[in-house]
């Protein structure tokens, strides 16, 4: 069995199927379907049972998977190594992080390239990071309580989080309003449940309203009213349609630069973690939440 077989059967089996296979191939689910019938007839072996809603490993099936989960550590380690060792400031670099960020940094990233014009970015998002170990990006910038201990991570700064709101909420709501009184907006519970735990401790009487998945449709929210929400003061202090309500009290984290242990000699990888810091050190005080005055 060749490497590209192995990657299609752990493509199948981590994405539960031959479609979620086939995106994470970049394939058509046929093409994935005719090349595990190819590998099933000959290898002599059923690796899936194939139901309606998925799939199930067989016996023969989860071997595979064992053999090619630690084929792929192999490969991705020495791409790391061999990557580790290159002294040019040239090439691609591929940085992961929240939406949120990526979206506000787009001029420091323009400056990145204007200083290393040899370097492309490539970009990625999401609540769940991208894994660093199977080398789907070099570098992560990570708001968490803690960095994962198989990674190199630095704690840049605190991150602080405030409640805000629209104007035009705060100003039909009327004088004095507390935070228990007005009308929320949250994430899923599928997504994030902090800011349920918020509320529970120091507002029960509030009522959420909202929910949402994403960050961008929690700030769209907050923008035309619907109610108060919690974002990273970051995040928040940049809007011009928000205000926040109190202090910087809705919880802190903290902000992790990380990257695998083999890229730290990469000259690409260590001019992008320089760069970062140098960004993060600049708007600490946003990240912290002491760059803009709190409405009352």
Request: hydrophobic letters at 45%.
């Amino acid at each position: 069995m060749e490497w590209n077989d192995l990657r299609t059967v752990l493509a199948v089996a981590d994405h539960g199927g031959l479609q979620g296979g086939s995106e994470a191939l970049g394939l058509h689910p046929t093409s994935v379907a005719r090349r595990l019938r190819a590998i099933e007839g000959a290898q002599r072996a059923k690796l899936f049972t194939r139901y309606r809603h998925g799939v199930e490993l067989t016996d023969a099936g989860e071997e595979a998977v064992a053999t090619a989960r630690e084929v792929q550590r192999l490969v991705h380690g020495l791409s790391a190594r061999l990557d580790g060792r290159d002294t040019e400031l040239s090439g691609t670099l591929r940085f992961t992080s929240v939406d949120s960020i990526l979206r506000l940094w787009m001029p420091h990233f323009a400056e990145f390239r204007r200083r290393y014009p040899r370097i492309g970015l490539e970009l990625s998002s999401g609540l769940a990071m991208a894994n660093l170990t199977e080398r789907e990006a070099d570098v992560a910038l990570r708001i968490a309580p803690s960095a994962p201990g198989h990674l190199i991570g630095w704690k840049l700064c605190d991150v602080a989080h405030g409640v805000y709101v629209s104007p035009a909420l705060l100003e039909a709501a009327g004088p004095g309003v507390g935070r228990g009184e007005l009308p929320w907006v949250a994430y899923d519970l599928a997504v994030f449940r902090g800011v349920d735990g918020f509320l529970a401790a120091r507002h029960p009487e509030a009522e959420v309203v909202l929910r949402v998945p994403r960050i961008d449709l929690l700030v769209a929210a907050l923008e035309a009213g619907v109610g108060a929400g919690i974002l990273n003061c970051h995040v928040g202090d940049a809007q011009p349609g928000l205000v926040r309500l109190g202090p910087a009290d809705a919880g802190v984290s903290h902000l992790w630069l990380l990257t695998h242990p083999e890229l730290r000699g990469a000259a690409r990888v260590s001019a992008f973690l320089s760069f970062v810091r140098g960004v993060v050190a600049a708007e600490r005080d946003r990240f912290e939440g002491r760059a803009t005055k709190c409405e009352p």
